[in-house]
């Protein structure tokens, strides 16, 4: 089955800086992996995916890249902010019933 | 739109009763929904798939007698934990898959926090 690994697992900047948090996948198969960011207690809100179709994606301070070869893909947040401060967590779908594998996640803490 | 919801949303009971969590998507049809697990400071563990209308398939490791799951309609999903003991105690998120527009997008409900006493 698929495997997902995640790091860093916790991760502190400064305000403004930029954040990348990185994955890596084991099945060839999988074709599309979301990323979500999770507060304490609350549910994962999906905040931007990619397929694999494309190496890259840009929501306004979050971006994504994709690459197949090495079955990596990372999320970079720019610009960071206090309320970016969260739990990350990437996945990915290996097709067979689209099932998500989430990898370990990341405690993002953004710092005034 | 995509929106899960889930009931109840904390839980405390005492050891030896079954639990029922129900998982409901309020605007879309789901002909597949998620459970999944979490543990304090740790990922969502799959624990089954449930499908509409059938079976639902469970990961390995996790009991299907212990944990029930009835997908009844395409907006309902219920996950029952059989005879809970303290160890069960936990955050049980469910997930559901829209039938239309992108089929990999899972939406996540709020969750169900757990405590057997």
């Known amino acids: 089955g698929e495997n997902v690994e995640q790091h860093p697992s916790t991760l502190s900047v400064q305000e403004g800086d930029s954040a990348v948090i990185k994955c890596t996948y084991s099945?060839?198969?999988?074709?599309?992996f979301p990323w979500y960011k999770q507060e304490l207690g609350k549910r994962p809100q999906l905040i931007i995916d990619?397929?694999?179709?494309?190496g890259e994606k840009k929501d306004q301070r979050i971006a994504v890249t994709l690459n197949k070869t090495a079955k990596h893909f990372s999320l970079h947040i720019t610009e960071t902010q206090p309320e970016d401060s969260a739990v990350y967590f990437c996945?990915?779908?290996?097709?067979?019933?689209?099932?998500?594998?989430f990898g370990g996640g990341t405690r993002l803490m953004v710092k005034p | 739109g995509a929106v899960v919801s889930q009931h109840p949303s904390w839980v405390i009971c005492k050891s030896g009763t079954s639990v029922k969590i129900e998982c409901r998507s309020l605007?879309?049809?789901?002909?597949?929904m998620f459970w999944y697990r979490q543990f304090p400071k740790q990922s969502l563990m799959l624990m089954a798939t449930?499908?509409?209308?059938?079976?639902?398939?469970?990961e390995q490791g996790v009991e299907k007698d212990k944990f029930l799951i009835n997908h009844a309609s395409l907006t309902l999903s219920t996950l029952t934990v059989t005879s809970a003991h303290p160890e069960d105690s936990s955050f049980y998120i469910c997930?559901?898959?829209?039938?239309?527009?992108?089929?990999?997008?899972?939406?996540f409900g709020p969750g169900t926090r757990l405590l057997v006493l």
């Open positions: 997930s559901a898959r829209s039938t239309q527009g992108v089929s990999e997008t899972q939406y």
């Open positions: 099945d060839s198969a999988s074709n599309y």
């Open positions: 990619i397929r694999s179709n494309v």
């Open positions: 996945a990915a779908s290996s097709g067979a019933g689209n099932m998500l594998t």
């Open positions: 605007d879309f049809q789901a002909t597949t």
């Open positions: 449930s499908n509409e209308g059938s079976k639902a398939t469970y």
